[in-house]
């Protein structure tokens, strides 16, 4: 049983670019959340999905933003990077529409921007 | 506002040392409590859910335990490869996104 993956695992971009990140969720899998972790602190919530719509958002502008497909499968978009964009951005997938079910994390994608 | 803190920071034991990882929280409504074992550079890995006061889940040499206030993860006879950052988080109102602690990172050395 495949966990959750994603992809690129490593990324270097420039200041002003944009990234997309993306994520293949947990089979049986239908909610996706993102998360950033800088180096040295817990992982803070992004934003998640369900059902292809962004339920809840955490505090980050609108540079971030994100989208789910119809298999549940999810990309995270950063535009206009910055410096401090650079972190670890985790994928985790819940099951039965994700109201406090357990969230699984995927290995993350570590994104450097100079 | 829904809060997480953990101590210490780091913690350093030899090889068959039991100790203990603190976890306190400030929430309204408890909705789950979460500990996750994160290696470096990698996606933090599921341990256990806590749903209410006095619930207690073990696994191999870990143990977690919760009260109202905090929750514990008991280390017995740790061996090297159970060095690795631990991270505590608990739900927010929604049920939705996880709040975490900044973790605590445990290093055994044999």
């Known amino acids: 049983d495949a966990g959750v993956t994603q992809s690129p695992t490593h990324l270097i971009k420039t200041r002003g670019q944009q990234v997309t990140l993306r994520c293949s969720p947990k089979s049986g899998h239908d909610t996706v959340s ?3 972790q ?3 602190q817990g992982p803070q919530f ?3 999905y369900y059902e292809e719509e962004e339920r809840q958002r955490g505090n980050f ?5 994100g989208h789910q497909f119809p298999n549940y499968s999810s990309e995270l ?3 206009a990077l910055l410096l401090g964009d650079s972190a670890l951005y985790l994928c985790a997938s819940s099951g039965s529409g994700g109201i406090q079910e357990t969230q699984y994390f995927g290995p993350g994608t570590r994104l450097l921007v100079l | 506002e829904d809060q997480v803190t953990q101590s210490p920071e780091a913690l350093r034991l030899q090889e068959g040392e039991s100790s203990s990882l603190n976890c306190s929280y400030t929430v309204s409504g408890l909705r789950g409590l979460f500990w996750y074992r994160q290696d470096p550079g ?3 890995e599921f341990l256990f859910t806590l749903y209410s006061a006095g619930e207690e889940k073990e ?3 870990l143990k977690a335990t919760l009260t109202k206030k905090e929750s514990f993860l008991h280390i017995t006879a740790p061996k090297p490869e159970d060095s690795a950052t631990y991270l505590c988080a608990v739900f927010n109102q929604a049920g939705t996104a996880l709040i975490f602690g900044k973790g605590t990172t445990l290093s055994v050395s044999s």
Do not use: H, M, T
Request: proline share 9%; no cysteine; hydrophobic share 30%.
């Open chain 2, 42 to 44: 990698k996606g933090p």
């Open chain 2, 59 to 61: 696994k191999e040499r």
């Open chain 1, 61 to 65: 502008p609108d540079r971030f933003s």
């Open chain 1, 77 to 79: 978009n950063v535009n």
């Open chain 1, 34 to 36: 993102w998360y950033q």
């Open chain 1, 38 to 40: 800088a180096l040295g």
């Open chain 1, 46 to 48: 992004i934003f998640q």
